[in-house]
C-alpha cells in the first residue's frame, strides 16, 4: 500500500493526485483487458473453448477492477483532503513567492498545514504549524475557511505553542438508546457509556454536575444514571428538595434513602460523610500504598442532590438557614474528599449560579452537562473556561453539552444524552430489578 505523506505544502510537487490516480487506474485496466483479450483471440482453438475463456476473462477483469477500486478510493480520502488544504492555502495566499529571470513565479516560502484521518471515528485533524512568521496568524483563524472547504461543520480548536489544531467529525457519533431487561445486570467496570462516544468512569473523572430547565431531558437523564449506579452495586442516595420525580422514588427505595425535607436532607447527607469518615479510618487501619476503596472491598456510594438552587432558597428563617450550612458543608467535603473513598456527588440545578455553587467546587467535579438551550453565560456557569466559542443550536429533546476532565479535549462538546422511549422502556420496572440490592 502507498503511503500518502500527511503534508499540505505550496512548496512541495506531489507525484500522486486524484486526476493522476483515476487515469492511471482507467489506463492499467484498459491496457491489462486488451493483453487478456489478445491472447485468448490468438488462442488456436473452437470458439466452444474461446467462449468459456471470455467469459472467465471478463469476469477476472471486472475482479482486478474491483481491487483497483478499492485501492483507489483508499487513497482518494487522503488525497481529496490534501488537495482540498492546498487550495486553501493558494487562495488565501498563504505563501511568498519571488519571480525568476524568466518572469515565472516561484513559492518559496509556505504555510504548512498537516492532517490526519480516522475513518473508523469519521474524524479530521487538521493541524496548522505555527513558526513565527507572517502567517502564524492567519492559521490561527482558519476556522470558517476550513469547514468551507471540507463541507463539515468544525468540532473545536485547539491552540498549541507550535501549532492550531481543527477538528472535524463528517460522521455523527450514535445516540445511546435504552433497552428494557427482565433480569437485572451486574456490572463489573465502572466505566458507564454516555453514548456519543464518551465513557465515564467517577473513579478517574469524580462527581457529576447537570444542569438544565424544564424540559430539557434532566429528569430522563437523572434516571438512567440512577439504574446505571445501581448496575454496579452502588449504594444510592436522593435528595429532592422539591418532591418531584426523584422525590417520588421513595415509595421504591425507602426514606432511609430518599430525602425531600430540610431536615432529612440533612440527615442523609450525614449519613453519606460519616459513611466516607469510616471508609477513610479503615482504609488509614489497613493502609496500602496506592491504592483506593475498590482494593478494600468497598462499593462507589452516589449522593444525588437535585434543584440544589431551590433547596438554597428554602432557608426562610435561623434554623432553615442553619440546616442549608450544614448540608453545603457536608457536600463540600464530599466534592473535595470523596473521591478516594468512594463517595460521588452528583449535583444539578436548573441554573449553576456561582451563590448556588462557587468556582472552586465547581472546577471540582470532573463530569459538566448543561442540557437544552442555554444563554453563553448560562453555559460559562457550567462549564467556565472549558465553554466553546462556537456553540451549535440545540433542536433535539435531552442534546447539551458536555465536559469531562481528562477526556483530552479542552472545551465542552456538543452531546445528545442516552435516549429513553417512554413508551417501550419502563424506568420503574427497571428500577425495581434492584431494589433487593438497595434495601
Avoid at 477513610?280 to 483506593?292: A, C, E, H, L, P
Wanted: charged share 25%.
Amino acid at each position: 500500500m502507498i503511503k500518502i505523506k500527511k503534508v499540505a505544502d505550496l512548496k512541495r510537487n506531489y507525484i500522486i493526485s486524484t486526476s493522476k490516480l483515476k487515469i492511471a487506474h482507467w489506463s492499467i485496466l484498459g491496457f491489462s483487458t486488451s493483453i487478456m483479450l489478445t491472447i485468448i483471440a490468438n488462442i488456436r482453438a473452437p470458439d466452444l473453448i474461446k467462449i468459456p475463456l471470455f467469459i472467465l476473462a471478463g469476469f477476472v477483469i471486472y475482479k482486478f477492477h474491483r481491487q483497483l477500486k478499492y485501492f483507489r478510493y483508499h487513497l482518494d480520502y487522503y488525497l481529496i483532503i490534501r488537495e482540498s488544504l492546498l487550495y486553501v492555502l493558494y487562495t488565501n495566499r498563504l505563501y511568498t513567492a519571488q519571480k525568476d529571470s524568466t518572469g515565472y513565479e516561484k513559492i518559496i516560502r509556505s504555510a504548512t498545514l498537516e492532517y490526519e484521518l480516522d475513518r473508523q471515528k469519521g474524524h479530521v485533524l487538521i493541524r496548522a504549524l505555527s513558526t513565527g512568521d507572517e502567517f502564524t496568524k492567519k492559521v490561527q483563524s482558519l476556522d470558517d475557511v476550513l469547514a468551507g472547504v471540507l463541507e463539515i461543520e468544525l468540532d473545536e480548536k485547539i491552540i498549541r505553542p507550535s501549532f492550531v489544531e481543527y477538528h472535524f467529525y463528517y460522521k455523527k457519533p450514535e445516540r445511546l438508546t435504552l433497552q428494557s431487561h427482565s433480569q437485572k445486570q451486574k456490572i463489573d467496570s465502572l466505566d458507564i457509556d454516555l453514548g456519543y462516544g464518551i465513557i465515564y468512569n467517577p473513579v478517574k473523572c469524580p462527581h457529576i454536575l447537570v444542569s438544565g430547565g424544564t424540559g430539557s431531558g434532566k429528569s430522563l437523564l437523572l434516571s438512567f444514571l440512577i439504574l446505571e449506579f445501581l448496575k454496579r452495586q452502588s449504594t444510592v442516595y436522593i435528595a429532592d428538595p422539591k418532591n418531584s420525580d426523584l422525590g417520588s422514588l421513595s415509595h421504591y427505595l425507602g426514606s432511609k434513602y430518599v430525602a425531600t425535607t430540610p431536615n432529612n436532607i440533612a440527615r442523609i447527607v450525614r449519613l453519606v460523610v460519616e459513611e466516607m469518615q469510616e471508609r477513610y479510618q479503615y482504609m488509614r487501619n489497613n493502609f496500602q500504598y496506592g491504592t483506593n476503596f475498590a482494593d478494600h472491598g468497598y462499593k462507589p456510594l452516589w449522593l444525588l442532590v437535585d434543584e440544589l438552587g431551590a433547596f438554597q432558597a428554602s432557608g426562610t428563617d435561623k434554623k432553615s438557614k442553619e440546616t442549608i450550612v450544614e448540608v453545603m458543608d457536608g457536600i463540600k467535603q464530599i466534592i473535595l474528599l470523596g473521591r478516594q473513598a468512594g463517595i460521588f456527588i452528583l449535583v444539578s440545578a436548573q441554573q449553576m449560579r456561582a451563590e448556588t455553587l462557587n468556582t472552586d467546587l465547581r472546577d471540582n467535579l470532573g463530569l459538566r452537562i448543561a442540557l437544552g438551550a442555554n444563554s453563553n453565560e448560562g453555559y460559562r456557569m457550567v462549564f467556565g473556561s472549558a465553554t466553546p466559542d462556537n456553540l451549535k443550536p440545540i433542536e433535539v429533546k435531552g442534546a447539551g453539552y458536555l465536559y469531562m476532565q481528562g477526556s483530552g479535549r479542552e472545551n465542552a462538546q456538543y452531546w445528545e444524552s442516552p435516549y429513553l422511549d417512554t413508551k417501550q422502556f419502563n424506568f420503574i420496572s427497571e428500577l425495581q430489578l434492584y431494589l433487593e440490592e438497595t434495601n
